[in-house]
C-alpha cells in the first residue's frame, strides 16, 4: 500500500502557529510587565503640572530627581534601606547556611526540634507577628533603631531560607566529606573545605534573594521604624500633601529605588539560576 505524502506546507504551518503565538505570548507577558516601569519613568521624568498628562508633549526634565536627592530625609533613607539589607543577608547567610547543612547531614533529636521550630514559624504569616513585635520591640527599646529592624528580617529569612539550604545540601554528594572525614578533617573541617565550596552557587542566589527581600520589604520597615531609622519603602509612600500626591517625586524616588535592585538582580541571575539548578 503506497504511503500518501503530506504536503510540505500541512507540516509546516503548525508549526509556524505555535512558534507565533508562544512569540506572541511572551511579548504581551514583557508588555505586561515593562509598561509600569516605563510609565514610572515617563512621570519622574514630566514637571509636575504635567504629570497627568504624561503621554502628551515632549517636554522632560530631571528637576524631580534633584529635589528628591536635596532632600536629607530621602538620602538618609536611601542608606539605611541598602545597610539593613546588607547586614540582614550577612547576618542572615551565617545561620542558614550552617541550618541547613545540620538539617541535610544530621539526623537527631536537635536537627527534629530545629526543623520543627522553623517549619511552625514559616506557616504562621509574618504579617502576624508585626503587632507583637512592635510591642517587644518598645517594651525592650528597640523600637526605631537598626536593631530592631534587623532581627525580624533576619528570623524571617532563617525561616524560609534554612529550607531552601537543605535541599541544595540534599543534592550534593556526601561522600567527599566522609573522605575528608577518613583523611583527617573534623566535621567543620569537612564542612568548611568540602561542603561549603560546593554550594556558592546557592549560597549566592541566596545572597540575591536576601538583599532584594529586604531592600523592598515595607510592612516591618512601617511598623517598626519612625524618625530616626527612615526606609526607602515608607518614605517613597510619605508624598501626600494638603494639595495631593506628589506623583512627580514619588516616581523619582521609586525610580531610584529600583536602580540597586534591578543592578544587583542583573549581575546576580546568573548565579540566582546556577544555584536553583543544584
Not at 500518501?4 to 507565533?20: D, F, K, N, Y
Not at 544530621?106 to 511552625?120: E, L, M, N, Q, R
Not at 523600637?143 to 529592624?149: H, M, Q, R
Request: hydrophobic fraction near 55%; proline fraction near 5%; glycine fraction near 6%.
Amino acid at each position: 500500500m503506497a504511503m500518501v505524502r503530506r504536503p510540505l506546507l500541512l507540516g509546516w504551518m503548525p508549526s509556524l502557529g505555535r512558534r507565533t503565538l508562544f512569540a506572541l505570548a511572551l511579548f504581551a507577558i514583557c508588555f505586561l510587565f515593562a509598561f509600569p516601569v516605563l510609565w514610572l519613568i515617563l512621570t519622574s521624568l514630566r514637571p509636575e503640572s504635567g504629570v497627568y498628562y504624561v503621554h502628551r508633549g515632549t517636554e522632560f526634565t530631571l528637576a524631580s530627581f534633584v529635589e528628591v536627592l536635596q532632600e536629607e530625609r530621602l538620602v538618609q533613607a536611601f542608606v539605611n534601606s541598602a545597610l539593613i539589607s546588607t547586614l540582614a543577608t550577612v547576618f542572615s547567610l551565617l545561620v542558614t547556611v550552617s541550618s541547613g547543612y545540620m538539617l541535610s547531614r544530621f539526623k537527631g533529636p536537635a536537627s527534629s526540634t530545629w526543623f520543627g521550630t522553623i517549619y511552625v514559624f514559616r506557616c504562621v504569616p509574618y504579617i502576624s507577628w508585626v503587632l507583637p513585635l512592635y510591642f517587644v520591640a518598645q517594651s525592650w527599646g528597640l523600637y526605631d533603631t537598626y536593631v530592631g529592624l534587623l532581627l525580624p528580617h533576619i528570623a524571617v529569612h532563617i525561616c524560609f531560607f534554612s529550607w531552601l539550604m537543605k535541599g541544595f545540601f540534599d543534592g550534593i554528594d556526601p561522600s567527599m566529606e566522609h573522605a575528608a572525614l577518613i583523611d583527617g578533617c573534623t566535621r567543620w573541617g569537612a564542612f568548611l573545605r568540602v561542603a561549603l565550596p560546593s554550594a556558592i552557587p546557592a549560597i549566592s542566589a541566596l545572597g540575591v534573594l536576601c538583599w532584594l527581600f529586604t531592600w523592598n520589604e515595607f510592612l516591618f520597615a512601617l511598623i517598626l521604624t519612625g524618625n530616626k531609622v527612615p526606609m526607602i519603602t515608607v518614605v517613597m509612600a510619605q508624598f501626600v500633601t494638603e494639595m495631593g500626591l506628589r506623583w512627580n517625586l514619588m516616581a523619582a524616588t521609586a525610580v531610584l529605588a529600583l536602580v540597586p535592585a534591578f543592578l544587583l538582580a542583573l549581575f546576580g541571575q546568573k548565579y540566582v539560576i546556577r544555584g536553583l539548578r543544584i
